[in-house]
């Protein structure tokens, strides 16, 4: 980064993006070693959730050409780029920007083998031609889904419909195949039962999406901060700010679930990365007559992979790797899993098959 400095003057809500200095564009960054970037396409949100803080910033966004030169910029100044980040809160929202911004996105993203992740709402997945448009290899779009439990999403002010979430999920799979779909949920919302926290989970396990659970950070200032102490709610005092303890759950049941949920995500990050798991995990899933299938064989297979003495040092690599992060959230893109310790997976799952399809 160069020593170069621009202050904007003033501190008020600025309705035209365009009018701040690109950092990009203005030659601050270095980006001749930087492997991953941020693109920002906007700032605030439309939306209201309870437990966020963005939509206190009404929704603005740069103009198409302030983004094109900055992605433009960017391709020309950054040999080794990996990865882009774009900063939206819903990139399918502004349909007419997002028509023109993802086919750059793609031609770099397709060009250089560049992963590109943005994220969109669950609501916005029926705007066709923009979604389609998402059909790259090397997209990652995440879903905010974070339950299907209608009064959870109703006090979050998410879309309360169950059925909708999951006919538009299925529809962005059918028009964007090619793309890295990740559904991204929240463990611990107010009102979210144990029984409907695992139903969420196996349903989103069972679309073949990849899977995310952030643990709930409820931070000062907002409105599900506000109405923590009427609710029964509990929140450590340091940030993040994670929930210790819910008006469903108790503390213990929180450690319990998180534990769990760990345990699940070890089997599932397996899965992800064998084809071999992947085939036998979801054939099996699709037998069972369990209530919640997929969190019921994760679980397990992973209990399974515990007790062997070869495969827990897998396992206990796996979680020190989640505990180096310092957060309590479960991600697919994170903790990789070697070859040989897939292998060493595998083989064990050969010996447990058996006692599986009893």
Request: hydrophobic share 40%; net charge neutral.
């Amino acid at each position: 980064m160069s020593d170069r400095q621009q202050k904007n003057s003033s501190t008020r809500t600025v309705n035209n993006l365009d009018d701040l200095p690109s950092p990009y564009l203005s030659g601050v960054f270095d980006l001749s070693e930087v492997k991953s970037v941020e693109i920002i396409m906007a700032r605030g949100c439309s939306q209201n959730c309870s437990y966020c803080a963005i939509h206190e910033s009404p929704l603005r966004y740069f103009s198409f050409e302030r983004i094109r030169d900055e992605i433009n910029y960017i391709a020309d100044h950054a040999p080794h780029l990996k990865e882009i980040l774009v900063t939206v809160a819903d990139m399918y929202e502004n349909v007419p920007l997002g028509e023109k911004v993802l086919p750059l996105l793609k031609k770099l993203a397709e060009e250089r083998k560049i992963r590109v992740l943005f994220y969109v709402n669950v609501s916005t997945l029926s705007h066709d031609s923009v979604v389609r448009l998402s059909d790259c290899e090397y997209f990652d779009v995440e879903v905010g889904i974070q339950s299907l439990n209608p009064s959870v999403l109703t006090t979050c002010h998410r879309l309360p419909d169950p059925e909708k979430i999951k006919y538009n999920v299925a529809h962005l799979q059918q028009l964007a195949p090619r793309a890295s779909i990740y559904l991204g949920l929240i463990a611990f919302l107010p009102g979210d039962t144990q029984e409907s926290y695992w139903a969420t989970l196996d349903w989103a396990i069972s679309t073949r999406a990849n899977v995310s659970v952030n643990h709930l950070r409820i931070i000062p200032g907002t409105e599900l901060y506000d109405r923590c102490t009427a609710r029964g709610i509990k929140v450590s005092p340091d940030y993040p700010y994670f929930v210790t303890a819910t008006d469903k759950m108790n503390e213990e049941e929180v450690f319990s679930v998180s534990r769990l949920t760990t345990q699940i995500f070890f089997t599932l990050k397996a899965v992800s990365q064998s084809p071999f798991l992947n085939e036998e995990f979801f054939k099996l899933a699709a037998a069972s007559k369990k209530k919640n299938p997929h969190t019921a064989l994760a679980a397990m297979l992973a209990r399974l992979w515990i007790k062997n003495t070869e495969t827990v040092k897998i396992f206990e690599a796996f979680v020190r790797g989640f505990e180096q992060t310092k957060s309590l959230d479960h991600d697919l893109r994170t903790n990789y899993i070697s070859p040989e310790d897939i292998a060493c997976l595998e083989e064990k799952y050969r010996l447990f098959k058996p006692y599986l399809s009893k």
